[in-house]
């Protein structure tokens, strides 16, 4: 038997590719949307691609599963558990079989069991794997978003990002009663998640690959609550606010992702075409360094960095459904692309070089130490907005400051009070410097930084409070 992870660390997402190597078969579970790698690892072991499934219906990433079981003219396997509201609607069109609790997958001499294990989401399963040709004993099981390293899956997205609301609680206890389940099986057992440290479907996720149902056992706050009332006020508690676009990839991955094909990056634009496209409302994402961006930029393109944490930001600040152009070089830029793709904005119209830079006026956004922060603060010189999570800000925040977390920031513009400059903050100043982009494209001139966010702010010994965050407008 071969297991190989193949693990994207933008979105802290693992896919994994299991085969046969007596038979040649080979089974690939949570392929994300760039389905060559995995055609591309398969044939570098010597296998073929006959089997593709998923955990679930994923909220923080294109699903790859329709597209590769095209590619490789494989069976695409999807899970029947949920109830009606979590079927696949493209399933019958595609030919798919419908799996459910105990069903098997049989890869050559491989043998994957079918564990429903709902909570996270109702349909939600896991797989159990078993190396047919050495034991009749499992060796681990993939756990998708069920369980992480030291963390479980999260059982509130359904509500906060898919707006399914009353799901939470139940969730939460359905999640647990998962957890009582599959506490029964053996403690050799190997853990393979679908997430590492990053991503968005937990809390706490730890950044290792893997784990053993053993050491979870008495490491994972999740499998040591032993007290479901408990697990519930544990498990809701402190999750990060979802991305804005989690509740549009349900639908798709739902309703049946599109293929990616062979779409490449975007066509070069002339740079006198930058001001047209923006006063058409379009959005000119500027995938320069937020230092670089502060100190220059075109008035009306918004920032968000070509790093490691593009995915996030752009998810929490960009919308679907407005024309999307990129503005970087030509690095940047297909970077970028492929990023972007991985969560749904693959059909960007154009991108501009660093030459559009040099057209028309410029525009900055100042920065502010927290000494001349606090200086303003206390004469009532300033507005200051706290763009961190909601469960950052309860543990502390300025004295004063409003919040709205970043994800809500395009959304809430016309929240920020007009009657005097604007000063955006976080924990280290990259996230309200996307903020601050935000709304200086919406054509504020008075909003600046703070370099260092909060992080700077205590090194500084200025004072912070513990207490519930002001509502913006109240």
């Known amino acids: 038997m071969l297991l190989k992870l193949l693990y ?41 691609i006959a089997h593709v499934t998923e955990t679930h219906i994923h909220a923080d990433f294109v699903s790859g599963a329709r597209e590769l079981a095209r590619a490789a003219r494989a069976t695409l396997y999807l899970s ?57 004993r499992p ?16 059982p509130d997205l359904l509500e906060r990002a898919a707006g399914h609301a009353g799901t939470m609680e139940a969730g939460a206890r359905t999640l647990f009663a998962s957890l009582q389940r599959f506490k029964a ?9 679908g997430h590492g440290a990053g991503s968005a479907c937990g809390k706490a996720l730890g950044a290792v690959p893997s784990s053993t ?21 544990l498990v809701l508690a402190g999750q990060p606010e ?21 779409r490449t990056a975007p066509p070069r634009l002339d740079a006198a075409r930058l001001a047209e496209v923006l006063r058409s409302g379009a959005t000119v994402v500027d995938l320069r360094s937020t230092r670089d961006f502060a100190a220059g930029h075109v008035p009306g393109t918004i920032n968000v960095p070509a790093s490691r944490s593009l995915l996030n930001y752009a998810g929490a600040v960009l919308r679907a459904g407005r024309p999307l152009y990129l503005l970087g070089d030509d690095a940047r830029v297909a970077e970028a692309w492929r990023d972007l793709a991985l969560i749904g904005f693959d059909r960007i119209e154009g991108a501009f070089g660093p030459d559009a830079l040099a057209t028309g006026a410029r525009g900055s956004v100042p920065q502010r130490t927290p000494a001349e922060l606090s200086e303003a603060l206390a004469s009532g010189a300033v507005t200051v907005v706290d763009v961190r999570g909601l469960a950052e800000v309860e543990a502390f925040r300025i004295a004063g400051s409003r919040h709205i977390p970043l994800g809500a920031v395009p959304d809430r513009l016309g929240e920020i009070p007009a009657d005097r400059p604007v000063v955006m903050q976080c924990e280290s100043g990259s996230r309200s410097a996307i903020a601050a ?33 002001a509502r913006v407008g109240a």
């Open 8 to 48: 994207d660390t933008k979105l802290a997402q693992a896919s994994y590719l299991v085969g046969c190597q007596r038979t040649g078969e080979a089974l690939v579970i949570d392929p994300n949307r760039h389905v060559g790698q995995y055609l591309d690892a398969a044939r570098a072991e010597g296998l073929r």
């Open 80 to 136: 029947r558990e949920g109830g009606p509201d979590w079927q696949y609607a493209f399933a019958k069109a595609d030919g798919a079989t419908l799996i459910g609790d105990h069903d098997r997958i049989k890869v050559g001499n491989v043998i994957v069991e079918v564990l429903h294990t709902p909570g996270h989401t109702p349909e939600h399963l896991s797989f159990l794997l078993t190396d047919g040709a050495a034991t009749d």
């Open 185 to 193: 099986l053996p403690d050799y057992l190997q853990l393979w998640p």
């Open 242 to 262: 979802p991305p804005a676009y989690f509740a549009r990839m349900k639908q798709v991955n739902r309703d049946g992702p599109e293929p990616l094909g062979e």
């Open 437 to 469: 982009s935000l709304l200086a494209a919406a054509g504020r001139r008075d909003v600046m930084n703070l370099s260092g966010g909060i992080g700077a702010w205590l090194k500084a010994g200025l004072p912070v409070e513990r207490e519930a965050p």
């Open 213 to 233: 149902l053993g050491y979870e056992r008495f490491a994972n706050w999740g499998l040591s609550t032993a007290e479901e009332d408990d697990f519930v006020q």
């Open 139 to 154: 060796m681990g099981v993939f756990t998708g978003d069920f369980i992480f390293v030291g963390d479980v899956g999260r």
